[in-house]
């Protein structure tokens, strides 16, 4: 049985805990759920105890710690027996160092071999004057190593019996013809360089992924490599064992749209979605060959509805007062780049910087700018990008968008640093190509647009959003922080938009990659409906606990805000879990700690104020008397992002165990496997009866659900552009607390802002604009009759969504 049309996907996330045989188990139940397609996490061979299969190290084999390919082809044969099918995530950025180096056969090569490999075309090295590889991977600086013996020469320890140099565990293959020399001298003839870890984010010679020295830049863009690393994946996709692609951070690549391309091909036009986080009004480019995003503006747009725009200034202002930090979330987001480029990413922006200078360096009208100034332009121009990558194509003009936006960038990084505004001005031309072409121009826009994406994501994604959230449900992957909800007209035009442009592109709620999940996300919108009230209670809790120091006694207001939020949206939730979230958020923010140099008193400090806290049974009871008055709006913001998700314009995805309320942190918390016994007792109850969502809001969601996905299995046309979407309104005095819309027959109503609404009155004389004709409520079964209208305490009186059927077609 051949699979059908991708329509639907379940994400999981297979380890060796949880291999491919324990997805094999699973398919019954997806199957009965009603998703088209399972949706797994890389499989390829990758590091010894990996938990998310993104650092690869052989591209020739399914991962034996998952099982291997006669494990995926059992799972295949499963999900085939139920009329579904596999979509496979796959990462062809990087590729892993893993821990010991044998194991990556072709970095191996290279260690040996040096640029004379034969894979060193597969990685993106800075090979210039034959520059030894450096590897960051000593503990302390090499005169110490030395001195200690802790790096030694195994003459007859590594493959075949070959020499290697030991650290720890770290192994290196020994250069042949250098055994022999004395330590000192070997390490210095050999084509790497070992070095002290520190020194990754100062002197690097290869791209990495963002700031992890140990994930290796691969070179797609070259044919062979491309064959070589994606043979597997083509085999499976053109054998039908795979039906469709999700593409890991392809704006790290030299050229996205060239690999879609080839992947296109190579794959006979295979369903591919891309990882790409858009920025505000950024579309995706229209000549990349793909289906579209996985969606992590979809998560972003659903969940902005159900936030109150009115609570902004009451959040914004006790957010700064609590911080004693009143600056904008721009002007935070601007330093924070700034610190990650002049720190974190200091060796991605010199090599770049070294690139601009050595093309000034080779014409005598450019020769007049330094390198330092060259330098401290970059940081400033990176800063002032707004996206993940401006899209200049080698020996192609630049289109309109990335000179308009590389003007402006230029325009603000020169009202910066005026005095290096020539320097900003050269960059500026250089990254579109207007000084023509050479192998060095070439490079720099290459690298140019490959650092836009880390500067975005370690700046702003994993630094900005942990220094600035008022409103910690839009501080995510893909969010703005400082959009407090969004006019339904916005909201409106961009689904129509996308039912136009990308049908088929994938629809996230909850991710692997994700802060938050989106039910966490659904109960901190609450705080939006009742601000005034959420502010009395975190300064009770702040005066009934002690407010929260650091290590010093200085007062971190920030944290203690990010803990009450965090307490409240994943409630109930254990010590444990709540301090490694903590921990981890502020060793992002950089502030008191940070990954490459934690300050292990503060954060010891922290854990013992959150566990006395949670050991506080006064204080926990007064936060569960908070979540148990957020629950009417909780209930509501759940079903309503379920609604919308599942039949919005594209495919929608649902992360592992969300088909019932999932209240999970970022990784490795939202990675923790579900519990699928809890998940199986709810669809049962859900079957027996249609349950109550106030009071088994679990079975309400899993019915939900499985309802929508039994729609859109029966509506194929949803998933192209004439699916259509159309703006459904509604009129009285409860019209805002409603966002509805038509897709073919479905007509969608949701309700938000339950506190206000029950403030309100209800919705009292509120209709909404139906069109005439019987109709049947899929979700509770409910029919009605529609002269034109429908009352909304009809629709909407035991359920706060309906999904209606138009009957009679």
């Given at each position: 049985?051949?699979?059908r ?6 994400r999981?996330?297979?380890?060796p ?5 324990a ?6 139940d ?6 088209s ?13 990996s938990t ?6 052989d ?5 034996a ?6 494990a ?8 085939r027996?139920?009329?579904?099918g596999?979509v496979?995530d796959i990462?062809p950025?990087?590729m ?9 056969g072709?970095?191996w ?6 640029s ?13 004057a034959?520059?030894?590889?450096l590897?960051?991977v ?6 110490q ?7 030694s020469?195994d003459l007859?320890g ?13 192994v ?12 000192v001298e070997?390490l210095?003839a050999?084509h ?13 010679n ?6 992890v020295d ?12 491309f ?27 030299a ?18 979605v ?9 579309e ?15 998560a972003?747009h659903v969940?902005?509805?159900?936030v109150?725009?009115?609570?902004r ?7 700064a007062q609590?911080?004693?930090d ?8 601007d ?13 991605e922006?010199?090599?770049?910087g ?8 080779g014409d ?5 700018h330094?390198l330092?100034?060259i330098t ?16 200049v194509?080698v ?9 308009h936006?590389l003007?402006?960038a ?17 960059l500026?031309d ?6 023509g ?52 007209e ?6 129509a ?6 049908p088929?592109a ?12 989106e039910?966490?996300?659904a109960?901190l919108a609450?705080?939006s ?14 005066l ?9 006694g200085?007062p971190?207001?920030r944290?203690?805000?990010?803990l ?8 109930p ?10 921990t981890?958020a502020?060793?992002e923010?950089k502030i008191?700690?940070?990954w490459?140099?934690p ?5 010891a ?13 006064e204080l926990m ?12 709006g ?15 314009p ?7 165990g969300?088909?019932?309320v999932?209240?999970?942190l ?16 709810a ?7 249609l ?11 899993a019915?939900?659900?499985?309802t929508?996905?039994?729609l859109r299995?029966?509506?194929p046309?949803?998933?192209q ?5 159309l ?24 309700s938000?802002w339950?506190?206000?609404l ?6 009292r ?7 005439a ?14 002269p034109?209208s429908?009352p909304?305490?009809?629709l909407?009186?035991?359920w ?6 138009k009957?009679?077609?």
């Amino acid at each position: 049985m051949t699979a059908r049309p991708i329509a639907s996907t379940y994400r999981i996330q297979v380890t060796p805990d949880r291999p491919l045989s324990a997805v094999v188990e699973l398919v019954d139940d997806l199957a009965s759920l009603g998703v088209s397609h399972l949706y797994l996490s890389p499989l390829l061979s990758s590091t010894p105890g990996s938990t998310h299969g993104y650092d690869v190290i052989d591209h020739r084999s399914i991962d034996a710690q998952l099982g291997g390919l006669d494990a995926l082809m059992t799972l295949h044969e499963a999900v085939r027996a139920r009329g579904m099918g596999l979509v496979l995530d796959i990462v062809p950025n990087h590729m892993a160092m893993p821990v010991p180096e044998t194991l990556n056969g072709a970095l191996w090569s290279v260690f040996r071999d040096g640029s004379a490999s034969p894979y060193a075309r597969w990685f993106d090295v800075d090979w210039s004057a034959e520059r030894p590889l450096l590897l960051p991977v000593l503990g302390h600086r090499i005169d110490q190593c030395l001195d200690d013996g802790s790096i030694s020469v195994d003459l007859a320890g590594g493959p075949d019996h070959c020499a290697v140099l030991r650290y720890g565990e770290h192994v290196f293959p020994v250069r042949a013809g250098t055994e022999q020399l004395p330590l000192v001298e070997l390490l210095d003839a050999q084509h790497y360089r070992l070095a002290y870890w520190g020194l990754a984010d100062e002197e690097l010679n290869y791209r990495r992924f963002f700031d992890v020295d140990t994930l290796v830049g691969l070179r797609v863009e070259d044919p062979v490599v491309f064959g070589d690393t994606h043979a597997l994946i083509v085999s499976l996709v053109r054998g039908q064992v795979i039906d469709g692609l999700r593409i890991d951070h392809p704006d790290g690549l030299a050229d996205p749209r060239g690999y879609l391309t080839d992947l296109a091909r190579a794959t006979g036009s295979a369903w591919v979605v891309v990882e790409k986080v858009l920025g505000r009004g950024e579309e995706l480019p229209a000549d990349w060959v793909c289906a579209g995003t996985t969606g992590y503006e979809v998560a972003a747009h659903v969940a902005s509805v159900f936030v109150d725009p009115t609570a902004r200034p009451v959040l914004i202002q006790g957010f700064a007062q609590a911080c004693g930090d009143d600056r904008s979330f721009a002007a935070v987001a601007d330093q924070s780049r700034r610190d990650v480029l002049t720190g974190l990413l200091a060796a991605e922006v010199d090599r770049l910087g070294t690139v601009a200078k050595r093309i000034c360096d080779g014409d005598v009208r450019l020769r007049d700018h330094s390198l330092r100034g060259i330098t401290a332009a970059l940081v400033e121009l990176l800063v002032a990008v707004p996206v993940y990558r401006v899209y200049v194509h080698v020996g192609q003009a630049p289109g309109a968008d990335a000179v308009h936006m590389l003007s402006q960038a230029a325009a603000a990084a020169a009202e910066r640093v005026p005095e290096r505004a020539p320097e900003v001005e050269l960059l500026r031309d250089l990254a579109l190509g207007r000084h023509g072409r050479s192998p060095l121009k070439d490079q720099f826009v290459r690298r140019f647009q490959q650092t836009c994406g880390p500067a975005m994501a370690k700046g702003v994604e994993d630094t900005a959003c942990f220094r600035w959230f008022p409103l910690v449900a839009l501080a995510d992957v893909g969010f703005d922080p400082d959009s407090f909800g969004i006019s339904d007209e916005q909201f409106h035009s961009w689904a129509a938009r996308r039912a136009r442009t990308s049908p088929r592109a994938l629809s996230a709620g909850s991710t692997h990659d994700g802060k938050r999940s989106e039910d966490v996300r659904a109960r901190l919108a609450v705080l939006s409906e009742a601000p005034e009230q959420w502010l009395a209670s975190c300064r009770a809790w702040s005066l009934a606990r002690g407010a929260l120091t650091t290590a010093t006694g200085e007062p971190d207001g920030r944290t203690e805000w990010l803990l009450w939020q965090t307490l409240v949206g994943a409630w109930p939730i254990s010590a444990p879990r709540i301090v490694a979230h903590l921990t981890k958020a502020v060793r992002e923010a950089k502030i008191h700690t940070s990954w490459t140099a934690p300050h292990l008193p503060y954060e010891a400090h922290l854990a013992q104020h959150v566990q006395a806290a949670l050991s506080d049974q006064e204080l926990m009871s007064s936060v569960a008397q908070m979540v148990e008055r957020l629950a009417p709006g909780f209930v509501t913001n759940v079903l309503g992002q379920r609604a919308l998700s599942l039949l919005l314009p594209g495919v929608p995805d649902i992360y592992q165990g969300s088909q019932i309320v999932a209240l999970a942190l970022t990784d490795p918390d939202n990675r923790r496997p579900p519990d699928y016994d809890t998940i199986r007792a709810a669809a049962a109850r859900a079957a027996q009866a249609l349950p109550d969502p106030a009071s088994d809001l679990d079975a309400a969601k899993a019915h939900l659900t499985t309802t929508c996905l039994a729609l859109r299995s029966a509506r194929p046309q949803l998933l192209q552009t004439d699916g259509g979407y159309l703006p459904v309104t509604a009129s009285g005095v409860g019209a805002g607390h409603i966002l509805a819309f038509a897709r073919d027959d479905l007509t969608v109503v949701v309700s938000r802002w339950a506190l206000r609404l029950d403030v309100a009155g209800g919705f009292r004389d509120t209709v909404v604009h139906v069109s005439a004709g019987a109709w049947r409520d899929a979700v509770t079964g409910l029919r009605h009759r529609s002269p034109g209208s429908l009352p909304a305490k009809d629709l909407l009186g035991r359920w706060p969504v309906a999904v209606l059927v138009k009957e009679g077609r």
